[in-house]
């Protein structure tokens, strides 16, 4: 390493560091969006009908112990949010199977142990790293799993793990392996290989099976609820007497209502990340949160660099031995793992000071708030939410059942809701262009009228309207958090993930076809009343002329049966006249609108 080691910055985070030795304990929440799109296909008939909706939804509220999980979090929900405002809004927990009696064991599902491998190594830049740890790390953690029911019927699944660590550079090293396991990215996807390279999980749950790698055991875990819940549903529709029964299902339901569309059995469980997971990380860390202060992080004046051994074959590795006290400050370890921890970077090592100082610059507090009003920090990506604290008495409160903090858990649901809504929108108006494209977009009517063609476009546009209002808007989530703190971070994470952006640009996408559209349908009408005033004018002059001609010949020649004829010939006249208005399109409003104006 460079520098001299073990005098850099020591004496500045001596206060921060005297808690080091404790520990520290990180909640990790897997949430996987289930839509109700797949849910309705899994709770059909034998013909295909669905018997999947709300009143079936709401009764799930007595499945398990879902009114006792209920009870114990929806009024901490409750306390910092406004959940009456939001009208549309009727999500509630709903139990897995699993539980105790101890105040932290009250939704335990299952205890698992995750060995990860010594042997690490990842992909960055185009260069190729790693290290050999002496031991693999290894972790025991305590599982807790519940389903959150929303307003459109859709479910949630999360997954809690609460986990102790060590502040070691092994531990380090496994908690990235682990966030790397969820959201693979620079080069490790050799985890999902399984095996010694990949994680492995032994179970409670499943004593009897060999050990797992993390994604096969959330699958598992995942297979053994869904199945809980629809004999619970399927008990429902038995005892409501609807005179259906649902079809048999599938034995892996994760990949009937997880599993990306296209996604082939033999193809594999797919990566966490790919299957509509968002992550929130709680780690619950006195000497983290006093490092990330600001104060103390705009104290850091440089950090030890680490040197890498670089082999003929190009990839380099770092020596297990530099990560000793003696050769690198503790504090700049932490540095270093908490910056690219909380970026999703397992090459943390290779910062400099700015980009430590820039990764763990937190979303909330703001930094022009006074040191020492916060009591946590917050920090977000596209994929995952982070929160620092040194204690929390919500956390306390809401461990034992959901395995994190019930304020953080609802600001987490609220923006994968939101998130979801705005992915469904942006996949309707897509179809909506699509539907649109080559009739109006690219005046390629196909030998169709242009008025048709605009009237048939308008009454899609008015289908469009009506479908984002009873399938988006009126499910959406407003800010209904009741203080400043909570508001300013749920808006800053929806910030980070696009998901006000998105909708903002989409909504101007719909506001400016239905612009166009307007434009295509006044001009067609314009023009397709132009049309009628010739119509009607020949039909009016021929008409009255075809009758002054009849009259002539009637008072003149006396010839009385050349009247009835006359009138039949006018007759004729005007059901050829109308039959190719009806070809154009142009009988009916514009017509009847015309008359009257006339």
């Known amino acids: 390493m460079d520098g001299e080691p073990g005098t850099a910055g020591e004496d500045i985070f001596a206060a921060a560091l005297e808690r080091r030795d404790e520990g520290g304990t990180l909640h990790l929440t897997l949430s996987f969006m289930v839509e109700y799109e797949r849910l309705q296909q899994a709770v059909a008939d034998a013909g295909g009908a669905s018997l999947w909706d709300r009143d079936l939804v709401r009764q799930l509220r007595d499945h398990e112990d879902s009114r006792r999980l209920g009870n114990a979090i929806e009024p901490l929900f409750n306390d910092i949010a406004d959940r009456k405002r939001g009208l549309f809004m009727e999500e509630f927990l709903i139990d897995t199977p699993g539980g105790g009696d101890t105040p932290h064991d009250q939704n335990t599902c299952d205890d698992i142990e995750?060995?990860?491998?010594?042997?690490?190594?990842?992909?960055?830049?185009?260069?190729?790293?790693?290290?050999?740890?002496?031991?693999?790390?290894?972790?025991?953690?305590?599982?807790?799993?519940?389903w959150v029911a929303h307003s459109n019927t859709s479910l949630t699944w999360h997954l809690s793990l609460e986990l102790p660590y060590a502040h070691h550079h092994a531990h380090y090293y496994g908690l990235s392996l682990l966030q790397k396991a969820v959201f693979p990215t620079e080069g490790t996807?050799?985890?999902?290989?399984?095996?010694?390279?990949?994680?492995?999980?032994?179970?409670?749950?499943?004593?009897?099976d060999a050990p797992r790698s993390l994604q096969a055991y959330v699958t598992a875990l995942f297979d053994l609820h869904a199945a809980d819940l629809l004999q619970a549903?399927?008990?429902?529709?038995?005892?409501?007497?609807?005179?259906?029964?649902?079809?048999?299902?599938?034995?892996?339901?994760?990949?009937?209502?997880?599993?990306?569309?296209?996604?082939?059995?033999?193809?594999?469980?797919?990566?966490?990340?790919?299957?509509?997971?968002?992550?929130?990380?709680?780690l619950q860390d006195p000497c983290f949160f006093d490092l990330l202060k600001g104060n103390v992080r705009s104290a850091l004046p440089r950090l030890e660099e680490f040197a890498t051994r670089c082999a003929p074959d190009g990839r380099c590795t770092y020596d297990e031995a530099d990560f000793a006290p003696a050769r690198c400050p503790p504090a700049h370890l932490d540095y270093y793992f908490?910056?690219?921890?909380?970026?999703?970077?397992?090459?943390?090592?290779?910062?400099?000071?700015?980009?430590?100082q820039d990764g763990t610059d937190p979303i909330y507090p703001p930094p022009d708030l006074p040191e020492g009003d916060s009591h946590f920090m917050v920090y977000t990506t596209q994929t995952s939410l982070y929160e620092i604290v040194s204690g929390s008495r919500s956390l306390n409160v809401g461990r034992g059942w959901i395995g994190t903090c019930p304020y953080l858990f609802l600001v987490h649901l609220m923006t994968l809701h939101n998130e979801n809504l705005v992915q469904r929108y942006e996949g309707m108006v897509r179809r909506l262009i699509e539907d649109l494209d080559g009739r109006l977009l690219e005046a390629d009517f196909e030998g169709d009228y242009p008025a048709h063609a605009a009237d048939r476009a308008f009454e899609r546009f008015r289908r469009f309207r009506l479908q984002t209002f009873t399938r988006i808007a009126k499910h959406r989530y407003f800010n209904v958090l009741r203080y400043d703190t909570e508001r300013t971070f749920y808006e800053s994470i929806e910030r980070v993930r696009g998901i006000a952006q998105r909708q903002d640009y989409w909504a101007e996408v719909v506001t400016d076809l239905e612009k166009t559209l307007d434009d295509v349908r006044q001009n067609e009408s314009q023009k397709s009343d132009k049309f009628l005033e010739r119509v009607l004018f020949y039909v009016t002059f021929l008409g009255i002329a075809q009758v002054?001609?009849?009259?002539?010949?009637?008072?003149?020649?006396?010839?009385?049966?050349?009247?009835?004829?006359?009138?039949?010939?006018?007759?004729?006249?005007?059901?050829?006249?109308?039959?190719?208005?009806?070809?154009?399109?142009?009988?009916?409003t514009r017509l009847l609108r015309l008359l009257r104006m006339r």
Request: aromatic share 10%; with cysteine.
């Open 114 to 146: 995750l060995v990860l491998p010594p042997s690490i190594h990842w992909r960055t830049e185009g260069e190729h790293f790693g290290i050999e740890l002496a031991e693999p790390p290894c972790f025991q953690a305590r599982c807790r799993a519940f």
């Open 189 to 208: 996807r050799w985890l999902y290989d399984g095996g010694a390279e990949g994680i492995a999980v032994r179970s409670r749950a499943f004593p009897a």
């Open 233 to 282: 549903v399927d008990a429902l529709i038995a005892r409501d007497g609807r005179g259906r029964r649902p079809r048999p299902r599938p034995a892996s339901l994760w990949q009937t209502l997880l599993a990306p569309a296209g996604t082939r059995p033999e193809d594999g469980i797919p990566a966490l990340g790919d299957m509509q997971c968002r992550a929130m990380f709680l």
């Open 338 to 356: 908490l910056s690219g921890f909380l970026q999703n970077i397992i090459d943390f090592l290779r910062q400099d000071v700015s980009e430590v």
């Open 548 to 588: 002054l001609f009849q009259m002539v010949e009637f008072w003149f020649d006396g010839e009385r049966a050349k009247f009835p004829l006359g009138l039949g010939s006018v007759a004729l006249v005007a059901l050829l006249m109308l039959v190719m208005l009806r070809s154009r399109g142009l009988l009916g």
